[in-house]
């Protein structure tokens, strides 16, 4: 798929690559040990085409003492580094759940790693204010600016004093978009956020997407759900919700855990002039192009919900039917046995279901509806859509 903008007829003068969670962990770090571009396929040649490459740093590049949280924790050795360098991608973004794993040492030593392999980053800092601060590019005489934010998730979002990541901060980065305005020729705000592993995105980061779109991003890419969801106008400026898992193994064969796509972004100085999707699948042995034409299909069936926020909410409401009373028990089973197994754990896993958007939504969304008896109320092809996202296996 090619967007082209209409109010930009002007041929691009830079093309920015944009690709999603990147960790050099599990089966993939040790593809980087042997062979630190090996793991790119035949992707590889796409990523070396663009002028300006940014992907998501999903680990701390560290091996230091993993921290106590909800969810996984992850562990990047220092020499894989030489996989970002090879491509080599311009810069990375740290505004995600895994940037603290190995606390703030971690952090600290994965920021010196990068600065002396000359990787730009944003997303994360010592304070809120460098957390926020966005990333200042010129690529071929185009300005261009990238804000980075993320959940927060586990409390890891940055205070005024305490390090951390860019938090879910909506109305602070819309007015710092706004402000920005004059200042560059493209702002293009990345977020990771949502629900994982889900085929549209909850309510919230549609809302807080269209606010951002209508602060004056250009472009406002998702990740964080491993799963590719849609595209979007909103306000006539083009959304990615999620582009999925990039350089990311999963030990699994779900379809759509191993399918993604990155994004050639054509820039000047009027702005964005148009973005090619290249989507593509991951192997055991790393990622490979698959036929764009077959992913359109993909891309198509998950986009038709995002054109309208009623549609999206059909979709939110056909997940959680999906996902149901039962769903939630053995979910709280999965926390209760953690409390008495490894309270530390489960303390984290329950502490996050309260206090992270993400999970806070799918419990107060999912549970209201049980309580007011409408759990069962959604479309069919809402639930169809959401079976198949967490049912779908990879064709061999």
């Not at 706004?178 to 592993?197: D, N, P, S, T």
Request: glycine share 8%; proline share 5%.
């Amino acid at each position: 798929m090619i967007w082209e903008n209409p109010l930009n007829q002007l041929p691009g003068k830079a093309v920015l690559d944009i690709s999603g969670d990147w960790a050099p962990i599990r089966r993939y770090g040790e593809l980087m040990d042997s062979d630190p571009v090996g793991v790119y396929g035949d992707l590889l040649e796409d990523l070396q085409k663009a002028d300006w490459r940014i992907t998501n740093l999903e680990a701390p590049m560290d091996a230091g003492k993993l921290i106590v949280k909800s969810g996984a924790a992850f562990h990047g050795q220092e020499s894989r580094i030489a996989s970002l360098k090879a491509v080599p991608f311009d810069a990375v973004t740290l505004g995600n759940n895994h940037t603290f794993d190995c606390g703030i040492e971690g952090f600290k030593r994965t920021c010196r790693i990068l600065d002396s392999s000359n990787i730009a980053y944003c997303g994360a800092g010592m304070d809120r204010a460098e957390a926020l601060k966005p990333l200042e590019c010129v690529v071929n005489g185009v300005k261009f600016a990238v804000f980075n934010i993320s959940e927060g998730e586990d409390r890891m979002a940055a205070s005024d004093d305490t390090p951390g990541v860019a938090g879910w901060e909506i109305e602070a980065l819309e007015s710092a978009v706004w402000q920005a305005r004059e200042k560059y020729h493209v702002i293009i705000v990345i977020v990771h956020c949502g629900l994982e592993y889900i085929p549209a995105p909850p309510p919230y980061v549609y809302d807080a997407f269209d606010r951002l779109s209508a602060a004056g991003a250009d472009l406002v890419v998702g990740h964080h759900p491993h799963v590719p969801q849609g595209m979007a106008l909103l306000h006539g400026k083009p959304v990615f919700f999620s582009l999925g898992n990039f350089i990311f193994y999963q030990p699994n064969d779900l379809a759509y855990r191993k399918m993604g796509y990155h994004l050639h972004v054509s820039i000047n100085e009027k702005g964005i002039s148009s973005i090619e999707v290249l989507p593509y699948q991951l192997t055991e042995n790393g990622a490979v192009k698959i036929d764009p034409d077959r992913f359109d299909v993909v891309l198509d069936a998950v986009s038709a919900c995002l054109q309208s926020r009623d549609s999206m909410v059909e979709a939110w409401n056909g997940f959680l039917k999906y996902y149901g009373t039962a769903g939630y028990l053995d979910e709280l089973k999965r926390i209760m046995n953690q409390m008495q197994e490894n309270p530390g754990k489960g303390a984290a896993m329950l502490r996050n279901r309260v206090m992270t958007l993400q999970h806070l939504h799918h419990w107060n969304d999912g549970l209201t509806r049980i309580v007011n008896g409408e759990i069962d109320k959604a479309p069919e092809w809402g639930v169809k859509l959401a079976e198949l996202y967490f049912t779908a296996e990879v064709q061999k």
